[in-house]
C-alpha cells in the first residue's frame, strides 16, 4: 500500500454513534473497514468518544486507529459476537481436551471475538485509544462463563498490534492462530484472561508491553523465531506460559512479578506462579522439540519459581541458555529443568545469575522425601536448583540465596550425565 495515497476515514461517516450503549455500532464499523479496503487499503479511524460495538473484522491494508479518548466497547449481548469462520485445519492447536478448558477453534463459543483478522495482510490497530472488553459472561463458555476473546488472529502475517490499551477482555486479549512475521508492541493489557496468546507462528516480536492480567500474561506455543523482550508481565498466573514446544525463542530485557494487580477470575486468587514456564505437553498432546531457548538479561520478583521446564513424553529438548537473571523473593520452587518420564533435554547453561528464594523452616523435610514417588512432591528435595533428565548441566557465576531457615541441599541432580555445580555455584550466608 501507498502511504502517500492512502485514504483515511472516519467511522463517523458512516454512522456510528458515540456514547449511547443501546446502539451496535458493528455496521458502521465494518462498512468503513470494507470500504476502505476496496480502495487499495488506509486507515479507520475512531474518534474520541465511546462506540459499542459487536464483532469486527480488519481486512488486508486497514489499519484501524484508536485517537485519544477513543473506546471500542464490547456489547453487553452475546448474539452480536460471531465465531471464527476460517478453513484453516487448526486442530492442532487444540487443548485441554475432556476438560472444562477445553479449547478448540472450530467450537463456536470458543472462538467467539469482539474483533477478527483472518486471513489479513498488513493490516493492525494503532493509536493511543482503548479496546474494552466489556467483561461478558458467556454461561456456554469455557468454565461455564468465559465469554468472546477482544482480538482473534487466525492465518495473518505483516500485522502491527502497537500503542493502545486493552482491558476488561472476556476472555484472552489476542488470540491468534498461525500468526507470521508480525509485532506486537507498546501495548497496555489490563485484567481478564490471557493477555497474548499465540498458537503457531513464525518470526514474531512483542516489545515493550505492559501485560497485567488475571491468567497467563503470555502464552500459546509452536513458536518459532519468538522474541519477547523490554515487556512488564504481572499475572495471578504465569508470566510466560508455554504449552506446546518452541524453537528460537528469546525472552529478554523483561521485569516479570508478582503478586497480580487483577485476580484470577476463576481461583479468585492473586498469587503469581511461574515466571516462566516451559511444559510442552501440559494441557494435551503437543509432541515435537524444543530448542535454543535464551533467557536473557531479565527481573524475576515475588513469584513460585523463576523457571519452570518440564519436558512431555512426546517432547524433546535441545539447548536452554539462561544469562544474567536476578530473582527475588521465589516464594516456594527451585529453578528447574526436568522431565518426569524419560523425555531428554541435551544442555542447559546457566551463566551470572542471582537467585533468592524464600526457605521452608522444616528440620523434617528432607527425610519426607525419601521413597516418595516424584507424583507427591509438593516442592522440590532442593531448595534452588533442580535437574534431571538433561545430558549436561553447565553452571557460571550463579549465586543462590535463600531467606529464613532451610534443611534441603541447595541443588540437586537426578540422571545428568555431565554437570559442574560445585565449581559454578556459590552459596551466599542465610539472611
Known sequence: MNF???????????????????????????????????????????????????????????TLRLNEGAVL???????????????????????????VNYNSATDSQWSKAMIFAVGCVGAGIEGAGCIDGGD????????????PHTLLLAG??????????VKRSANYAFLAYRLDRSAFSNLTIEGGWDGIHIRG????????????????????????KMKISRCVLNSSCNGIRMIMPSTDLEVADCNIYGPGQYEHIT????????????????????????????????????????????????????TIVVENLTAR?????????KSWGTALTDNVTLKHCDLEFDGIDDPGLPAW???????????????????????????RDVTLRVKGGEYRKAYMCQNVGKENLAKGVRLADQK
Open 329 to 337: 523473593d521465589v516464594t516456594r520452587m527451585a529453578l528447574s529443568v
Open 136 to 147: 461478558v459472561r458467556n454461561p456456554l463458555g469455557e468454565e461455564h462463563m468465559r465469554g
Open 73 to 99: 466497547l464490547g456489547s453487553s449481548r452475546l448474539s452480536d459476537y460471531s465465531s471464527l469462520v476460517t478453513d484453516l485445519d487448526l486442530s492442532r492447536y487444540e487443548s485441554g481436551q475432556g476438560t
Open 369 to 395: 522425601f525419601v521413597d516418595r514417588p516424584t507424583s507427591e512432591w509438593p516442592v522440590f528435595p532442593c531448595w534452588g536448583m533442580f535437574f534431571r533428565n538433561v545430558g549436561e548441566v553447565d553452571v
Open 4 to 62: 502517500l495515497l492512502a485514504i483515511v476515514v472516519s467511522i463517523l461517516s458512516y454512522g456510528a454513534v458515540p456514547n449511547d450503549t443501546t446502539v451496535n455500532n458493528a455496521n458502521a464499523i465494518n462498512t468503513a473497514i470494507n470500504d476502505c479496503a476496496d480502495k487499495g487499503g488506509g486507515v479507520v479511524e475512531v474518534p474520541k468518544g465511546t462506540f459499542t460495538t459487536g464483532s469486527v473484522f480488519l481486512r488486508s491494508g486497514v
Open 267 to 318: 481461583s479468585h486468587r492473586t498469587r503469581s506462579e511461574h515466571a516462566i514456564n516451559l511444559e510442552p505437553g501440559a494441557w494435551g498432546k503437543a509432541p515435537g522439540r524444543m530448542d535454543r531457548i535464551f533467557i536473557r538479561r531479565n527481573t524475576v520478583e515475588s513469584v513460585l519459581s523463576p523457571l519452570c521446564v518440564t519436558l512431555g513424553e512426546d517432547n524433546t529438548c535441545g
Open 201 to 224: 507462528s513464525k518470526d514474531v516480536r512483542i516489545e515493550k508491553c505492559q501485560i497485567h492480567t488475571g491468567d497467563d500474561a503470555i502464552a500459546g506455543g509452536y513458536w518459532e
Open 156 to 165: 495473518c502475517h505483516d500485522m502491527k498490534m502497537r500503542d493502545f490499551k
